[in-house]
């Protein structure tokens, strides 16, 4: 644990936290309800008091999300059930947001999720996705704009309708993400692809590849991604 705090202080000592001008990632309006997990945890801060914003677990003891996810007090994930405010819940005791601005951050939890059939792989492959291939992003976001969060996991399908840099950009087909959704993976061939990070004009949104930064992922946690 000591090792894994001296090296998110690294990180961080060397990031710069870049929000764009485009608005947070909200919630999926549209999108149906899903009967199952895929490595989906509900962040909360103030101590579990407020959902936050969604997570993928790519090992018992971290979780994969957006970095202004981390603008927050007490984190706390819950684990391993599709009912919001449900599951086991674990208190983040480090997280490292990526070098340069990147809108990813790692949380370490205080204990392992018990479930460890939850863990899920990310891709390491620094091919971006191609333009027309369709990906899913799960999540408890609000299913209409200053509604509550979602009572239970929600899945919408969207396509990628570019590649720009270190970024993907997504329109939605039977749905886009809104509030709470922020740091969801965007699912696509068994792993997570990239990381949900900002929704634009309901119409989709960006994410960033975790290939592109697969390295700082493995730097700060330990777990390698996969091809």
Request: include cysteine; aromatic fraction near 6%; charged fraction near 15%.
């Amino acid at each position: 644990m000591n090792h894994f705090r001296r090296a998110f202080l690294a990180v961080l000592c060397g990031a710069v936290l870049v929000v764009g001008p485009q608005t947070p990632a909200s919630a999926i309006a549209g999108g149906t309800t899903t009967s199952s997990l895929h490595g989906q945890v509900q962040i909360w801060n103030n101590g579990g008091a407020d959902f936050r914003c969604t997570g993928s677990l790519i090992h018992v003891h971290y979780v994969l999300t957006a970095a202004h996810c981390l603008h927050s007090s007490r984190l706390v994930v819950k684990a391993g059930d599709k009912r919001l405010g449900s599951g086991q819940r674990i208190i983040v005791d480090g997280t490292a947001a990526a070098p340069k601005g990147y809108d990813m951050a790692v949380l370490h939890l205080a204990s392992n999720v018990t479930q460890s059939n939850l863990v899920v792989p990310y891709s390491r492959d620094t091919a971006l996705l191609k333009t027309g291939v369709t990906v899913a992003i799960r999540g408890w976001g609000q299913t209409e704009e200053n509604g509550p969060p979602a009572s239970t996991l929600r899945v919408c399908s969207l396509q990628v309708k570019r590649s720009i840099g270190s970024e993907l950009e997504l329109e939605g087909l039977d749905g886009v993400p809104l509030n709470g959704d922020s740091g969801a993976a965007v699912w696509q061939n068994n792993r997570v692809q990239a990381v949900f990070t900002h929704s634009d004009d309901a119409l989709g949104g960006l994410s960033v590849p975790t290939g592109f930064l697969a390295g700082w992922i493995k730097s700060v946690s330990g777990v390698d991604g996969i091809d």
